[in-house]
């Protein structure tokens, strides 16, 4: 084969072969094919879009391009969540636990936070002495032991998706939505999970800005994941303010466990509910989301969720004391309130901005050799649809820097008030 016939044919609109597809992603993997003959087939399929066929073989050549999870010996059906990143999402630190406690395999790969959304695993490393590097081995003893496991990815997951979305970063070919399909879903598919609950952000916070865009890539994901023996679902969610009430690694994970007791936000109670819902449908233990809903809502009522988080992040080398006693997380030194320039309803938060202004103050990375501090981020004291008089706090820093001015003028533009009353948001749009 030659790489000019594959970009002629996507070029002109044709549908390729899986034969052709796979021999790209081997060859361009292999050095084989330039950098600039793969810019030319990433701004084909940017202008002529896939088919569901061709995005999923994309997406299964990719995964096949390195290290693949075998997890068959864990018994059940295994189910895995995927969020499209967020601002103040820690979803994942309650699903576990829920889904775990319906006696549901969660075996899950998560990444490190980098820019203005969080990572997994930073969130869990604020319990003192908590491992994520676990060989597979251990890994699959201790979801077939506790029904629930978080590991790093490997670095050598998918690494044709990473060499091509390198190359779409610097080639303005990120916004692609087959593109995105098969990166998001070439991950899910190396890690080895039967079933696939997706959770599509949308709003200032998400990398799909627009509803429609985030229904395309929902249905887009959803279609790759079926067609390749995985059943999926897409759950699309409001990220036009940040989830909850803290953005913050350790200020998250409080959030998490006051969630697990019963005494979450709303906001983030409810996304909470309704993936879990649709993960014990997918998990087999309910027949619909009403039904597995009734199921989530027994296991934290009954205290099962929050026993089932205390045994994983002990089984995983963490404090479960912090679960009992959240105090013990640790603590920034100062806080700083963040207060309101004018009395009205708050009609706007730029959640991407939330989020860098978390990261400004270390909670999150720059770059990938950035060092995270677990204690720091932003409590938001009031939220969209929300009234505040003029002189009363947004937001509350919790810092371990003396100066934060630069930071709270970030969280004063980030914030949008109006003298009408303003509605709160939808938080679900739709489910795929």
């Known amino acids: 084969m030659r790489m000019v016939d594959i970009i002629t044919k996507k070029r002109d609109g044709l549908e390729l072969a899986e034969e052709e597809i796979r021999w790209f992603v081997n060859a361009y993997s292999n050095g084989d094919v330039p950098d600039y003959q ?24 990719m995964a096949e391009s390195g290290d693949q999870l075998d997890l068959s010996e ?4 295994k189910v895995d969540k995927h969020s499209t990143g967020g601002v103040g999402d820690k979803t994942t630190l309650i699903l576990g636990p829920i889904v775990a406690a319906l006696d549901i395999p969660v075996a899950k790969m998560s990444g490190r936070g980098l820019g203005h959304t969080g990572g997994t695993i930073d969130k869990l490393e604020s319990f003192q002495g908590f491992q994520t590097e676990i ?10 032991e506790n029904k629930l496991a978080v590991a790093g990815q490997s670095g050598n997951l998918t690494p044709a998706d990473k060499k ?9 070919t990120v916004n692609s939505i087959p593109l995105i399909a098969s990166s998001v879903m070439s991950k899910k598919i190396a890690a080895g999970a039967d079933a696939i609950v997706l959770d599509v952000k949308t709003g200032s916070g998400a990398f799909m800005a627009e509803l429609e865009e ?28 940040p989830l909850g009430r803290f953005v913050g690694n350790a200020l998250e994970v ?44 027994k296991v934290m009522q009954d205290n099962a969720a929050l026993e089932k988080m205390k045994q994983f992040v002990q089984s995983q080398g963490g404090d479960p004391a912090a679960v009992d006693h959240p105090s013990l997380l640790s603590t920034a030194e100062q806080q700083t309130d963040v207060l309101a320039a004018d009395s009205g309803y708050i009609a ?19 770059t990938k050799d950035d060092i995270i501090d677990h204690a720091v ?28 001015k630069h930071i709270e003028e970030m969280i004063l533009q980030a914030y949008s008030t109006s003298k009408e009353k303003v509605e709160k948001p939808e938080l679900i749009f739709a489910a795929i």
């Open 74 to 77: 864990i018994e059940g059906i």
């Open 254 to 297: 409080k959030e998490a466990i006051e969630t697990l007791q019963g005494n979450g936000p709303q906001d983030l109670h409810e996304l909470s509910l309704t993936l879990a819902s649709h993960m014990a449908v997918l998990g087999g233990k309910a027949s619909d989301e009403k039904e597995g809903r009734a199921l989530v809502e």
């Open 348 to 366: 706007a938060i730029h959640a991407a901005q939330i989020g860098k202004a978390a990261m400004m103050l270390g909670a999150g990375r720059a």
């Open 164 to 172: 091509l979305y390198a190359l779409r970063d610097v080639t303005a």
């Open 135 to 144: 060989e597979q081995d251990e890994f699959i003893r201790l979801v077939n």
């Open 214 to 241: 985030a229904k395309d890539l929902a249905r887009a994901m959803v279609e790759i994941g079926n067609s390749l023996n995985r059943k999926t679902m897409a759950v699309i969610s409001n990220m036009d303010q």
């Open 38 to 61: 793969a810019s030319a087939f990433a701004m084909a399929v940017y202008f002529q879009g896939m088919t569901q066929d061709e995005a999923a073989a994309l997406t299964y050549a």
């Open 377 to 404: 981020g932003i409590e938001l004291k009031a939220k969209i649809g929300d009234y505040v008089e003029k002189g009363e706090p947004l937001a509350v820093l919790h810092a371990n820097q003396k100066d934060t």
